[in-house]
């Protein structure tokens, strides 16, 4: 099992940037497969970044290449989300999961540990 804690959301300007970071604490951190998520408020949970376990494949949604960067420290336990050119609509809770899967997975249900969010908010 794993813990994960996210933290670094808050509130930008549009056109700034933030960096989320999720620790995790538990098994072995690089036998899971990372990935970020956000809800927007009356929208449904989706998939915004990826990472497999040792950090060589990645995967974004389309609203978010170019501009979020995903990475990971195994040696520190912790995954991040790097945030630029932030939109307002990218505002949203913002959390990490884990999977023990060793593909790439995008899909809610696939993943069998979340985070309990951070709040990231972006004025216009």
């Known amino acids: 099992q794993v813990q994960l804690v996210e933290s670094g959301g808050g509130l930008v300007q549009a056109g700034g940037s933030l960096r989320l970071s999720c620790a995790a604490s538990g098994r072995t951190f690089s036998s899971y497969t990372m990935g970020w998520f956000r809800q927007a408020p009356g929208q449904e949970r989706r998939s915004v970044a990826a990472?497999?376990?040792?950090?060589?494949?990645?995967y974004y949604d389309d609203s978010v290449k170019g501009r979020f960067t995903i990475s990971r420290d195994n040696a520190k336990n912790t995954v991040y989300l790097q945030m630029n050119d932030l939109k307002p609509e990218d505002t949203a809770v913002y959390y990490c999961a884990a999977t023990t899967s060793f593909q790439i997975r995008t899909r809610e249900y696939n993943y069998e540990y979340w985070g309990q969010g951070t709040q990231v908010t972006v004025s216009s």
């Open positions: 990472i497999s376990r040792g950090g060589g494949s990645t």
